[in-house]
């Protein structure tokens, strides 16, 4: 049976080394920061600052595994890799979301040890740190703001970062409460907060991570919706076998059986339809005539 190929394809054009600059700065600044304040955490006894910073260390790892994602994404197909690299970046996105959970976890373990056994805490040391770690995320957010557009990874990074910034106002108001009240269960709840908050933003992200390596269809694609608007073309008898997954975050793919009749153009009308109506602009279409088409087939999949 013949086989007719739309191979086009969709990219987003970013500066790539003007990128990774931004990037590496904002990873340089978070290895900065982590540093002052595990040392200030130890120092001041608050096991909030050093939560605030071994979430900021995991920002730095992200941004890192993003970098080195960016670079291998970047490589050509070849012979190994026919679809390209481009997925390295979503692999790098469910390695950073799967540290993010283990660490919340592990900073809930941490708050209820001392909630058993609040231990003394500098109050002044854990406000000074905390607000410049504040000053450092927003920056690392305004370095990373025009790439989160275009990756997952640095999107995800974006997005924690700025949750770092409201965790550091928090952190502030826990050494505040310390200083003016020696209130020192409040670090251990503040901590409590600083993990829940991690726990939720990881859980949300990962799933369209999962997704897309699940060769998942893209969600805003109805696969129903696609099968009876193929069906409308002029000159279609017939759709079926039909495959819908994400290349990666940019770019969607679509595989099916196509049966057509004698003379017809319908090809070419498909292949429209799905770039102009659905971004589809890499797809594999078999073709059939009604004499020969698959019998009993699937509509979705092979059955």
């Not at 540290?99 to 909630?115: G, H, K, Q």
Request: aromatic share 4%; hydrophobic share 55%.
């Amino acid at each position: 049976m013949p086989h007719d190929h739309a191979h086009h394809h969709h990219h987003h054009h970013l500066d790539p080394s003007s990128g990774d600059r931004r990037v590496a700065a904002a990873v340089a600044v978070n290895l900065i920061l982590t540093a002052a304040q595990i040392v200030g955490g130890i120092l001041s006894g608050s096991v909030a600052l050093i939560a605030d910073a071994i979430h900021n260390l995991s920002d730095a790892a992200t941004l890192i595994i993003a970098f080195a994602a960016r670079r291998i994404a970047r490589r050509p197909a070849d012979p190994e890799m026919t679809f390209g690299y481009g997925r390295a970046e979503i692999v790098a996105a469910l390695i950073n979301y799967t540290s993010l959970i283990l660490i919340s976890l592990w900073l809930a373990a941490e708050a209820v040890m001392r909630f058993l056994d609040p231990p003394q805490v500098e109050g002044w040391t854990v406000v000074i740190l905390a607000g410049l770690a504040l000053v450092v995320n927003g920056a690392t957010a305004a370095l990373t703001y025009a790439l989160a557009k275009d990756s997952m990874n640095i999107r995800a990074a974006f997005l924690h970062n700025l949750a770092d910034a409201a965790t550091s106002v928090a952190v502030v108001v826990a050494g505040a409460l310390i200083l003016l009240y020696d209130w020192r269960l409040v670090d251990p709840i503040v901590t409590l907060g600083i993990s829940a908050w991690i726990l939720w933003h990881a859980v949300a992200e990962i799933g369209p991570v999962i997704r897309i390596l699940m060769l998942g269809a893209p969600p805003e694609i109805g696969a129903e919706t696609l099968l009876d608007r193929i069906a409308a073309v002029d000159g279609v008898a017939g759709v079926h076998h039909l495959h819908l997954w994400q290349i990666d975050e940019h770019e969607s793919s679509l595989e099916a059986h196509l049966v057509v009749r004698a003379g017809s153009r319908a090809p070419e009308a498909v292949r429209q339809l799905l770039a102009q109506d659905f971004g589809i602009r890499h797809a594999t279409l078999q073709i059939e005539s009604p004499e020969d088409s698959c019998p009993n087939p699937a509509a979705i999949g092979h059955g």
